[in-house]
């Protein structure tokens, strides 16, 4: 057990740009987890960069410290499955997601995967539960793939796309697209709106990292969107409004999508 002051799977509410007051689940907490190492990730570099599915923390104790903040009266609109790395990786994701249900069953309940899961049948059946799944695509061939989300062994951006077509097969919700840009991946244009035709998403999210790269693992970093950090951070490189502008206008018109910039 690591010895952060925080000791809670559940954190924030943290206010987002897209959702209004988003309270975080952490299915994974131990250790930063993931199948994706992103250059821009604001854990830090994930200490452990792996596909391994398994209970990474009891259901009983996230509906536990779920519970503490809804006794508390915490404004809330809506649930998040987020934290300290990829939500789906845990194996227990179905039985979280049954559980919130029960103890707040007015609360939407939304997830940000990086999507190599999808193809786990087991996977595809937890989300579709969901009432919006947010997925992330950062680059826009197998090149750029590799440095930016710098995944775990196996892990494809064909393989990614794959999983998102068949999880649309089974679910009829919302799928919205995340994509982090940043001057190493902000160029091919083309590539970029043809993998979000073969999508066709309700809606795409366009960010660039506004919180720095922690160089270290502190659990903090979840829901820490004032950017107040006591610890070593490096700035990353963003692009401008003027750039997320362009883009905006450019994919809006090759792809007929809506496109929601955070510089908005
Ligand atoms: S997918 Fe998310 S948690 Fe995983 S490395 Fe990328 S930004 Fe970090």
Known sequence: MSNFVNSKTVYGPVKSWRFGLSLGIDPIFETS?????????????????TS??????PTQKI????????????????????????????????????????????????????????HHQSVRDALVKLDKIIVKIDAADEELFSRVNRPASGITLS???????ELKKVY??????????????????????????????SAVQLNTPKRPYPLSWHRENRGNH???FDYEVR?????????????????????GLTILSVYR
């Open 33 to 49: 987890t993931c199948s994706f190492n992103c250059v821009y990730c604001q854990l830090g570099h994930i200490q452990d960069i």
């Open 52 to 57: 391994l599915h398994k209970e990474y923390v």
């Open 63 to 118: 509906l536990d410290d779920l519970k503490e903040k809804l006794d508390a009266n915490t404004e809330i609109d809506v649930i998040t499955y987020s934290g300290s790395g990829e939500p789906t990786l845990a194996s227990n994701l179905s039985d979280i997601i049954d559980g919130i249900r029960t103890l707040a069953p007015t609360l939407p309940q939304y997830i940000l995967t990086n999507a190599t899961e999808l």
């Open 159 to 165: 393989s990614v796309i794959s999983g998102i077509l």
């Open 172 to 201: 009829d919700g919302d799928i919205e697209i995340q994509s982090m840009f940043m001057p190493m991946n902000d160029k091919e244009f083309d590539e970029y709106a043809a993998i979000l035709k073969k999508i066709n998403p």
């Open 226 to 228: 004032e950017a107040i």
């Open 235 to 255: 700035e990353l490189k963003v692009i401008s409004p003027e750039r997320a502008k362009e883009i905006e206008t450019r994919l809006t018109k090759a792809t």
